[in-house]
């Protein structure tokens, strides 16, 4: 899988906090409907809201989770368990905004995005200096190219996060588009094919054709573009500390996908760190979480939340928001 988790028909779990954390978890509407399928997976509903978990202490900054494609934020919750408790006992709010099937920030998806954060930090009083951002899959796609747009044009954006984490995230939608099609005509497995299928015909309906038609289109809207100087707009986050989870495991692509190099985010990755690396951005890391992709059945899948070790991942988020002021690390 390129983008996607668990794709079309997938089944809510309840939420598997225990219930010091689940009286402290709230759902909160957004006052605007989802009438372009920014959410899905949820039958009927146009409703767009957010998650958030309050931590035990005064808030002394805030960790915002993206969702990757068609994954319920029930879900999220649910695969982020150690996380959640760890942003519980160390005083760092936790949003989870319900956004699973964007193909790109265009302005409809910035809008609530935008409107979502805002509401949050002013609901709960939270640090607007001290936000990190990251997500899986398309939700690390998002977080990346968010953080772009904050420092492009600070104003275009409603909070401007210090930090940013992105778990297998593809990232050149250039490089995707032509994978999405080696797949589509390989037709090997039915889940990667129907999600080849479903994303070129949105980034041909989206950006009016194929990156060799409209190459500027798809380099405009890439997190990073291999063909650009200084890869595109992966400039924008020389200042930046990123840091990306891979688990670029060859074997299991060659015998589940029959799918190779060319076809894994790591490609994207790699590249990506690397130019921010050569360009001065010291704080650029690729973290090779080789072997360490579990589903929460499991099952082995290098495309997972698993590759984000949570204790590891929540002493790099404490000492980044450190850097904008103290915070307690329980």
Not at 32 to 48: K, P, Q, V
Not at 271 to 286: P, Q
């Amino acid at each position: 899988m390129l983008i996607s988790y668990s794709f079309f028909g997938q089944i809510t779990s309840k939420i598997n906090l225990n219930k010091t954390l689940s009286e402290n978890l709230e759902k909160n509407e957004i006052e605007i409907a989802d009438e372009t399928r920014l959410y899905i997976n949820d039958g009927t509903s146009n409703e767009l809201f957010y998650y958030a978990l309050k931590p035990k202490e005064k808030i002394k900054g805030t960790l915002i989770l993206l969702p990757p494609t068609a994954q319920k934020v029930e879900n999220v919750i649910n695969n982020n368990i150690e996380l959640s408790e760890l942003t519980f006992k160390n005083g760092i709010l936790l949003i989870i905004p319900s956004i699973n099937y964007n193909l790109y920030l265009d302005s409809i998806t910035l809008n609530f995005l935008n409107t979502a954060f805002k509401d949050a930090i002013l609901k709960y009083q939270a640090p607007k200096n001290k936000i990190i951002i990251g997500g899986f899959s398309l939700g690390g796609m998002n977080a990346i190219r968010y953080v772009e747009l904050s420092k492009e044009n600070p104003n275009s954006t409603s909070i401007n996060p210090v930090a940013v984490y992105g778990i297998d995230p593809p990232l050149d939608l250039a490089r995707i588009y032509y994978s999405f099609k080696r797949i589509k005509e390989l037709n090997f497995s039915e889940v990667a094919v129907n999600e080849a299928k479903d994303y070129l015909a949105k980034l041909n309906k989206q950006f009016g054709g194929s990156p060799k038609e409209v190459p500027n289109i798809y380099s405009k809207n890439s997190m990073y573009s291999k063909k650009k100087k200084g890869g595109g707009n992966a400039k924008f986050l020389m200042d930046t500390p990123i840091r990306i989870y891979s688990d670029p495991d060859i074997d299991w692509h060659l015998k589940e996908r029959h799918t190779d190099l060319y076809d894994i985010n790591a490609l994207d990755q790699t590249a990506m760190i690397n130019e921010l690396r050569i360009s001065g951005n010291k704080d650029a890391e690729f973290i090779n979480a080789l072997g360490k992709g579990y589903r929460l059945n499991g099952m082995r899948h290098p495309h997972s939340w698993s590759l984000a070790e949570p204790n590891e991942l929540m002493d790099w988020i404490i000492e980044k928001l450190n850097r904008n002021g103290d915070t307690a690390h329980n």
